[in-house]
């Protein structure tokens, strides 16, 4: 069974910070985590999901401008983890945090979303 688990996400006041952590588990994927990309989305009420930072299997980060400066994106392989560290965070920042695992015509497994609250 393909699974992806997030966690860290809470409540936390303008300008703070979180570290969201998403684990694979199941033996087949878990195997190969290290040949995915894996990709953090967010999904804000009444918004259409985007996609805000991803890294290659060869650990190349990429960032949404929005998140650019904040955001960390950053996995460990051995751990079959990826994490986002956020810092500086913002009121529009406040959504669901989904967390992907992708390679082309192999894989698009999602976790269940974590909800990440910006709010005094």
């Known amino acids: 069974q393909v699974q992806l688990v997030e966690s860290g996400g809470g409540l936390v006041q303008p300008g703070g910070s979180l570290r969201l952590s998403c684990t694979a588990s199941?033996?087949?994927?878990?195997?190969?985590?290290?040949?995915?990309?894996m990709n953090w989305y967010r999904q804000a009420p009444g918004k259409e999901r985007e996609l805000v930072a991803t890294i290659s299997r060869f650990g190349t980060p990429n960032y949404i401008d929005s998140v650019k400066g904040r955001f960390t994106i950053s996995r460990d392989d051995g751990k079959k983890t990826v994490y986002l560290q956020m810092n500086s965070l913002k009121p529009d920042d406040t959504a669901v945090y989904f967390c992907?695992?992708?390679?082309?015509?192999?894989?698009?497994?999602w976790g269940q979303g974590t909800q990440v609250t910006v709010s005094s």
């Open positions: 992907n695992a992708y390679q082309v015509s192999v894989a698009d497994y």
């Open positions: 199941g033996s087949f994927f878990s195997a190969r985590f290290s040949s995915y990309q």
